[in-house]
């Protein structure tokens, strides 16, 4: 099953797929990068390793998306989870060929994809910086949470001003599954896993 | 910076492809791309089913790719039984009944070219797809990768084999070669190894022994443990012309090159004309392939000359590609 994560750039979508993974027992990254030409090739990585090289502060830092697929025992049966790390999408139109790029493919990765996780910003939603809550998230809203499992994760909870910025994003999406988390210090992980495996096929 | 610039074209798009495509180039921003893209999948599809399980998506997948294999009416039905089968069973441990465990070793009977590796691999693929197989893959191995040279070197490199195949399937291409030296043979030893290991490794993995039909039931009436541990026999028949026609077509679909008028027609009067005039085993699908590659490399030599080569130039084959190597 495809869990595809998604959001504005610098949510924290990278730093949240190898945190997840490794909470869901990964020891190593597997990363299946696929480049624009459509080829894919593999790269072991230890975690520690592929957070210092996947993720940083600066927006825009994953330039493809990447696969991380994790091997669930559930039960007698055995699934395989891919976690698919996605370029962020911005507003407007952006000046980069590269990343109008990248998001054409997050957005058609998002159209094949079995669940959403949609990571926003909690502590810049009343901001005006870039990772502010725009058309865009309200666009993903739309266009992912009415045919398929979707929730949202309000990132950044270990930061400050984060509480008032959840208590808005529900506010602004009432009746939508939103959670609490932090990819740092994995705060609410337990909560996504068990969003997760509901709705693992 | 992002600029924010609207869209100045006031028509829509109107596939997937074409808001991504824009997208890319700079004509939509993001918000609008995924607004075009919520109205395409409304309207395509109203009743779309909720977010299909990866599993019977692949079970599906691998069965459009045997379905696209020409011929093989046969193996087709098997596999559409075997696929039911499984899936009763399934069915009947989610509501407690017992369940059976099938046999599922095979005999491929059938000439060479005539898809025996072709439909073992997909068979692996498609039994891992189903959960019967952990791993689903294929070991090939034939009569010198099984029988050793001094005693006790054949079960120690039989089971070797096994071993590598455990989670998939073994494939014994020509197999009635173990059987064909004779009492004192070490092959003897490899058949011995291998029926064992049918009782040893229940459902770890599945043998296949393919090879001629005549051959085949030779060996089979040679130990006679051997044909009551294989309830699965599939007949591989030669193809006829017209199947060999539609063959050709699609490995020249893969390959990228298309014929001319002409040299389609020849062609086809040709594999017409020799039907029959082959050795009985003289390799089906694997002489369309090579008479394809030989006509690819003519191909080659009559354009690499030219200095200005159009894209359709580089994919076409004429008749006089084929004539030379006929």
């Keep these: ?201 | 910076m992002p600029a924010s610039v609207l869209p100045s074209d006031h028509s829509d798009p109107l596939s997937t492809r074409e808001v991504l495509h824009w997208l890319e180039s700079g004509r939509l921003t993001p918000d609008a791309a995924l607004r075009h893209l919520a109205r395409i999948e409304r309207h395509a599809a109203p009743g779309r089913p909720d977010a299909p399980g990866a599993s019977p998506d692949r079970i599906d997948h691998i069965l459009a790719e045997l379905n696209n294999l020409v011929g093989l009416a046969e193996v087709k039905q098997l596999v559409a039984e075997l696929r039911a089968f499984i899936d009763i069973q399934s069915r009947r441990a989610a509501v407690g009944l017992r369940t059976e465990s099938q046999m599922l070793h095979m005999v491929f009977k059938g000439a060479p070219g005539t898809g025996k590796t072709t439909v073992a691999r997909v068979l692996g693929r498609l039994l891992q797809a189903l959960d019967v197989l952990p791993k689903g893959h294929l070991v090939e191995v034939e009569r010198a990768d099984l029988v050793g040279e001094y005693i006790g070197h054949t079960a120690q490199k039989t089971r070797d084999a096994i071993k590598r195949a455990l989670g998939g399937i073994l494939f014994v291409d020509e197999a009635y070669a173990l059987a064909r030296g004779g009492d004192k043979d070490f092959g003897k030893e490899a058949i011995d190894t291998l029926v064992a290991a049918l009782e040893n490794h229940r459902d770890e993995f599945i043998l296949i022994l393919a090879g001629y039909p005549d051959e085949m039931a030779w060996l089979m009436a040679s130990n006679p443990g051997l044909l009551s541990r294989f309830p699965i026999h599939l007949t591989f028949p030669d193809y006829r012309p017209a199947e060999l026609v539609a063959i050709c077509r699609l490995m020249l679909e893969d390959r990228q090159y298309h014929l001319d008028a002409e040299a389609q027609a020849r062609l086809t009067q040709y594999l017409a004309s020799r039907a029959g005039f082959w050795h009985a085993n003289a390799g089906n699908a694997r002489l369309v392939r090579n008479l394809l590659e030989r006509a690819i490399r003519q191909q080659a030599v009559r354009l690499s000359p030219l200095p200005n080569l159009s894209r359709s130039d580089l994919m076409l084959l004429t008749w006089a590609d084929f004539e030379g190597s006929l």
Excluded: W
């Design chain 1, 1 to 201: 099953m495809n869990a595809l994560v998604i959001g504005k750039p610098n949510a924290g979508k990278s730093l949240f797929v190898l945190n997840f993974a490794a909470y869901l027992g990964l020891k190593e990254i597997r990363l299946e990068v696929t480049d624009g030409e459509g080829g894919a090739h593999h790269q072991r990585l230890p975690l520690e390793r592929a957070r210092h090289q996947l993720v940083s502060r600066a927006p825009h830092r994953t330039g493809v998306a990447h696969l991380i697929a994790i091997e669930l025992a559930d039960g007698k049966s055995r699934r395989t989870l891919t976690l698919v790390d996605t370029v962020g999408i911005s507003e407007g139109i952006h000046d980069q060929l590269m990343v109008r790029r990248a998001m054409a493919d997050t957005l058609d990765r998002l159209s094949h994809s079995h669940l959403v996780l949609h990571l926003v910003d909690a502590c810049a939603v009343h901001t005006d910086r870039v990772e502010a809550l725009g058309a865009v998230d309200d666009e993903i809203v739309r266009y992912a949470s009415p045919n398929r499992p979707y929730a949202i994760l309000a990132n950044k909870m270990d930061a400050p001003g984060s509480a008032d910025g959840l208590r808005l994003v529900r506010d602004r999406y009432r009746g939508l599954p939103v959670l609490g988390i932090s990819a740092l210090t994995r705060r609410g992980f337990r909560e996504v896993k068990s969003f997760v495996f509901r709705h693992l096929a």
